[in-house]
């Protein structure tokens, strides 16, 4: 397997958030540049940048935007390439800044209680190549769960998914083991639910 790159320089979550907001609202940001520097910390930030669309309160479309993008990141961590990679014309596009100051506006509160426990500690769970690939399976269903037009679930999927990024950011073995128990509930739970609703077609049907 690939090793991962040096770890960047520590910069807490918030204080990146804070950096990408900064400037003009109307400004939209190349994906391509926001995870520079970042080290194995940028799938962290790309996943950020991807699910910040399924915070935007339209149906159908935020998990069009998103889910694609959230496999894509799951791909790379299942295969454990050492830096996130984007097709050119997707690299060269990005959200406005206006949209990720919304989203660090809407986790600030959750980042300031967070920044008090979240830490870089169990690392294993971030370098050994056995657990990225779990990482990536689960990010890859998850984006998958989320591209598709399941009615209230949007919110959900993107803050399981923002578990994720946290804990790539921050270095979080603990936190990403959370990820992973929350991510595996949710995805039980939409099997469960799909396979009543096939049940209940096909008792349909034969009725």
């Known amino acids: 397997m690939t090793p991962r790159p040096e770890h960047s320089p520590e910069v807490g979550t918030r204080a990146l958030l804070d950096g990408i907001a900064e400037g003009d609202p109307a400004e939209s940001l ?7 520097g970042l080290g194995d ?3 962290g930030m790309l996943l950020i940048a991807a699910t910040a669309p399924a915070f935007i309160p339209i149906p159908g479309v935020a998990g069009a935007l998103s889910g694609p993008l959230v496999m894509l990141v799951g791909v790379q961590l299942l295969l454990r390439l050492r830096q996130p990679w984007l097709p050119g014309f997707v690299a060269k596009r990005g959200p406005h800044r206006s949209t990720m100051a919304r989203l660090r506006d809407l986790l600030a509160p959750w980042l300031g209680r967070l920044e008090h426990v979240v830490r870089p500690r169990l690392t294993v769970m971030l370098d050994h190549w056995l657990l990225d690939v ?13 591209s598709l037009p399941i009615p209230f679930t949007n919110y959900i999927l993107a803050g399981l998914l923002l578990l994720f990024a946290l804990a790539l950011l921050e270095r979080d073995g603990v936190l990403m083991l959370v990820a992973w128990g929350a991510g595996l509930a949710a995805i039980a739970s939409f099997s469960a639910l799909a396979g009543g609703a096939l049940q209940a077609v096909l008792q349909a049907g034969a009725g």
Request: proline share 0%; glycine share 14%.
């Open 30 to 36: 190349r994906l391509g540049d926001l995870f520079q």
């Open 41 to 43: 910390r940028a799938f």
């Open 134 to 146: 779990i990482t990536g399976l689960l990010v890859l269903v998850l984006g998958l769960l989320l």
